[in-house]
């Protein structure tokens, strides 16, 4: 299996700009996770899917952040107007079986995004 | 709420060990993971605990005692290899995680 696979792996845009993050999960697993790593506030948790519909969204920062599961092989992150403050690395993750207490979640390479 | 502590630093020479503490106070628990994280790169899973007691996988190690909302990773025989950021993370409710500011680990030749 190839892993989670998210796009792209570095952005630079402009404030003000759409940003579109895009990760595909690992074949098989139902549920799907975004967080966002910065130096101050560490590993954070802002969305989660299970069986593409969103379960938690208590992490998202603002309107400013949405996001999508279409598909069991596809979501997106968006932030529109992007800010200099939502510069981090953006995490995609998944696992499998969501029911079961033992579910490692297997982590993506990240999408650093920088705005200026 | 969740809030989940470990230290921010810890320095070890090669081929010693190192224990990495975490505590937690979380509303629910359904087990403990420890990540590791190279710079740069994403997190990988090490291990879980969700029963009292020692895990023990290779030159790793993972303890917890849920009545004191107390955990430790050990790692012995340190590698250069091993410097990297060391993540707690708790698993409260459903399957949600919620991670700790993490441990970074420099190993000295």
């Known amino acids: 299996d190839a892993g989670v696979i998210q796009s792209p792996r570095h952005e630079v845009t402009e404030m003000g700009q759409e940003v579109t993050l895009r990760c595909k999960p690992i074949s098989g697993h139902n549920s799907l996770f975004w967080y966002r790593q910065t130096m101050m506030r560490g590993l954070e948790l802002l969305i989660y899917f299970n069986n593409n519909v969103p379960i938690d969204d208590s992490g998202m920062p603002e309107d400013r952040f949405s996001a999508k599961m279409p598909n069991a092989s596809f979501s997106t992150l968006k932030i529109q107007p992007s800010e200099p403050r939502d510069s981090a690395v953006y995490f995609c993750?998944?696992?499998?079986?969501?029911?079961?207490?033992?579910?490692?979640?297997?982590f993506g390479p990240g999408t650093r995004l920088t705005v200026l | 709420g969740q809030n989940i502590d470990q230290p921010t630093e810890m320095t070890a020479t090669e081929g010693a060990i190192v224990q990495i503490n975490c505590t937690y106070q979380t509303s629910g628990f359904n087990g403990l993971f420890w990540y590791q994280q190279h710079a740069g790169e994403a997190p990988t899973f090490l291990s879980y605990n969700v029963l009292d007691g020692l895990e023990e996988k290779g030159r790793f190690s993972s303890f917890l005692s849920r009545s004191k909302g107390y955990s430790y990773l050990l790692l012995k025989e340190l590698q250069m290899k091993d410097s990297a950021s060391y993540l707690c993370?708790?698993?409260?409710?459903?399957?949600?995680?919620?991670f700790g500011g993490g441990t970074r680990v420099l190993v000295k030749p």
């Open positions: 993750a998944s696992n499998r079986d969501w029911l079961t207490s033992y579910n490692e979640q297997f």
């Open positions: 993370a708790v698993q409260a409710a459903g399957n949600k995680l919620t």
